[in-house]
């Protein structure tokens, strides 16, 4: 049973314009959920973070919103830009589990020039 | 700060052999954690760990045992090779300062190939 879920395998997007990525969660224990890029051969760099208590976070072109009743999340980059092209995963951890963080499947996404 | 590291970048094993994937990091980090990386299943949680000497079980963590001795080092091993543990490996390690959850910095991952 996936506790997180990224439901789409990829997502193209025209440079300039604004990219959406989706992550739903089950696990209503969790209260932090961040969002990673990784590029091929490469270990996941951390992009942005969001904490149960917000519903919104915004770090210059990416923002991600939280809807807590409907236990979904999205990351916003706006504009896209061609280095953006890479995969995206989303993961969500719960103090209440020792912090244990779970990982979508992630989401390649391919910004055309 | 030279991170996260991990060795061996790559290896090859034969069923039924064992060995040992060490991860390192030098930022003092209390939490570590181990994910297998395989397509279609993103990220999926091995073992992980608050301080030394204490680990527990993440998502997949049959074939898998982890040890912290050391608030640095975090081995993986494999006790009994298959063909399914066929994978990339990431070590990972984030602070638990003032009892909060950060980001976790990943090493640049193993890629295992068991024949």
């Known amino acids: 049973d996936q506790q997180v879920k990224q439901n789409s395998p990829s997502l193209s997007v025209q440079e300039g314009r604004i990219s959406i990525l989706n992550c739903d969660y089950t696990?209503?224990?969790?209260?932090?959920f961040l969002w990673y890029k990784k590029y091929p051969a490469e270990g996941p760099t951390f992009l942005i973070s969001i904490s149960s208590i917000k519903d919104k976070n915004e770090d210059g072109r990416f923002t991600v919103f939280l809807n807590k009743s409907a236990k979904h999340l999205s990351l916003h980059i706006v504009p896209s830009q061609p280095g953006d092209s890479a995969v995206y995963f989303c993961?969500?951890?719960?103090?209440?589990?020792?912090?244990?963080?779970?990982f979508g499947a992630g989401t390649r996404l391919f910004v055309k020039a | 700060n030279a991170g996260v590291t991990q060795t061996p970048k790559f290896q090859v094993l034969k069923t039924g052999q064992s060995m040992t994937l060490q991860c390192a990091q030098d930022?003092?980090?209390?939490?570590m954690s181990w994910y297998r990386q395989d397509p279609g299943m993103g990220l999926r949680l091995i073992h992980y760990?608050?301080?030394?000497?204490?680990?527990d079980q993440g998502e997949v963590p049959n074939g898998y045992n982890v040890s912290r001795s050391t608030t640095e080092d975090f081995p993986l091993r494999l006790l009994s090779a298959a063909p399914s543990q066929t994978s990339v490996y990431f070590c990972?390690?984030?602070?638990?300062?003032?009892?909060?959850?950060?980001?976790?910095?990943f090493g640049p991952g193993t890629r295992l190939t068991v024949t």
């Open positions: 760990s608050v301080g030394a000497g204490i680990t």
């Open positions: 990972a390690s984030s602070s638990l300062k003032a009892g909060g959850f950060h980001e976790q910095y």
């Open positions: 993961a969500a951890s719960a103090r209440t589990g020792g912090f244990k963080t779970i």
């Open positions: 930022m003092n980090h209390e939490y």
């Open positions: 696990n209503s224990m969790f209260d932090y």
